[in-house]
């Protein structure tokens, strides 16, 4: 496996992880939501509340350092690609020099 493979594939499976993080994010928030439109107990209410809040807040900063973690990925593998791509690019020219060298003139 390449680099560059093996980088899209860290690059997937970060993103399906955050993926899944916003997913939970979602069901806690809807959770709350409905909490706090029946609630049972105002003491126990609020206790789930608290709960949820500081839940939701770490899934929070979980998610914001997989986003970061995301975006060190893409800039390494697109870092990775325009280095590819410069020595294409050069390996391309000097192959055309060697054409146009090698080609008797017309």
Not at 5 to 30: A, C, F, G, P
Not at 53 to 69: C, G, H
Request: charged share 35%; proline share 3%.
């Amino acid at each position: 496996m390449t680099e560059k493979e093996i980088t899209m594939e860290q690059l997937e499976e970060t993103v399906k992880r955050t993926d899944e993080q916003l997913d939970l994010m979602e069901w806690k928030m809807d959770n709350v939501e409905k909490q706090m439109i029946a609630p049972l107990d105002q003491n126990v209410c609020l206790v789930n509340l608290l709960k949820s809040v500081s839940e939701v807040r770490s899934d929070y900063q979980q998610l914001r350092r997989e986003l970061v973690e995301v975006q060190a990925l893409q800039r390494e593998l697109s870092t990775r690609l325009r280095t590819q791509l410069r020595l294409v690019h050069g390996k391309f020219a000097r192959l055309r020099q060697r054409i146009a060298a090698a080609s008797p003139p017309r």
